[in-house]
């Protein structure tokens, strides 16, 4: 009894730090969307499941720096910001291996990317050194490598494991057909090959790290702390995959002379603050 009380009380302190939080961390998105906050913020996922959550919450809280350039704002400054959340147990998405770049196969994928409903595997976003050279391509889901089916991204580590040493392996795919309709997959088998030292196994990774009031950009898929460590500071901005820097301000003498680093994008005042 008491023990559900405080179970209560400390879900509810969570819950208002959380709002606390958000109110701190993202002023461009509670300006720009104040309804998309209510509809779709994580609140009311901890608020829920009281309960459930809260005796796992066993996190590494790491003490992280203010961020002068988040919630500097003369509204809102939160004098104590949040440690990180960093969750123990968090599911596994996406998993790195000879070049592959796989990601869980769910029922959401299947959906959003027309896959037959049910299919299951490790989806391969891209491919690149020894994967492409074995034929894999994009958008082929592994089920199997050599004799172990391959279902998520768990038995797709144990499975690399079981060939980490050799120098070759059998990796079994479901293609899709390019043509229009309904999704037809056929299955291949094609020899990963690494000449210089063994296959190794496969690294796996998480969902990227979340802001505490950041509006979730997917369907609904549970706790966000299932998935998400919530925190600063683990993801380097901006991400060096799509390097695109924000647009620095320009001089008006920038300008009349054309002086430009890059190559022709457009009218400069398109994307430039012109001083
Ligand atoms: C079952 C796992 C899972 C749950 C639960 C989950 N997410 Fe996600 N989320 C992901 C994955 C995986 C991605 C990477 C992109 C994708 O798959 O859509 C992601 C992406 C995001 C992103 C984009 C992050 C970025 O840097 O690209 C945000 C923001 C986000 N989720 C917020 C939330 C919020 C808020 C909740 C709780 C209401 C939540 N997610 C629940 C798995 C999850
Ligand atoms: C479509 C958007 C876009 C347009 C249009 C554009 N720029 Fe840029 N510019 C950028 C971005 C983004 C950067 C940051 C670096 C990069 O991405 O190359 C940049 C960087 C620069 C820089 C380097 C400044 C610095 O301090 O590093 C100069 C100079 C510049 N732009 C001049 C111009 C001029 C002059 C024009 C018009 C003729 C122009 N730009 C049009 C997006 C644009």
């Known amino acids: 009894m008491n023990s559900k009380l405080a179970l209560l009380a400390a879900g509810i302190v969570v819950a208002l730090t959380l709002v606390i939080g958000r109110q701190g961390a993202v002023s461009p998105q509670t300006t720009n969307a104040p309804s998309q906050i209510v509809a779709a913020g994580p609140v009311a996922a901890p608020v829920a499941m009281t309960g459930m959550v809260f005796p796992q919450a066993t996190n590494v809280a790491m003490p992280v720096e203010p961020d002068p350039a988040v919630g500097g704002g003369a509204s809102m400054a939160t004098d104590s910001p949040l440690p990180n959340f960093v969750p123990r147990k968090l599911k596994v998405f996406e998993g790195h291996w000879q070049g592959m770049d796989g990601r869980l196969m769910t029922e959401e994928l299947a959906r959003k990317l027309n896959y037959p409903r049910g299919v299951q595997g490790v989806l391969l976003g891209e491919v690149t050194l020894n994967a492409a050279f074995s034929g894999l391509l994009g958008g082929d889901i592994i089920v199997r490598i050599d004799d172990t089916p391959v279902t998520d991204m768990e038995n797709f580590q144990a499975a690399t494991r079981n060939v980490a040493n050799r120098s070759e392996a059998r990796i079994s795919v ?102």
Do not use: W
């Open 174 to 275: 479901l293609r899709k057909d390019n043509r229009p309709g309904a999704a037809v997959l056929r299955k291949l088998t094609v020899v990963l090959r690494e000449a210089e030292g063994g296959l190794g196994f496969a690294q796996l990774e998480g969902a990227p790290m979340i802001l505490p009031g950041d509006p979730r950009p997917h369907g609904y898929r549970g706790a966000c702390t299932d998935c998400h460590p919530v925190g600063q500071g683990f993801e380097l901005a901006p991400d060096p995959d799509l390097i695109s820097l924000p647009p620095p301000v320009i001089t008006r003498d920038v300008v009349a002379r054309g002086v430009s680093s890059h190559e022709v994008r457009g009218p400069c005042e398109a994307c430039h603050v012109i001083k």
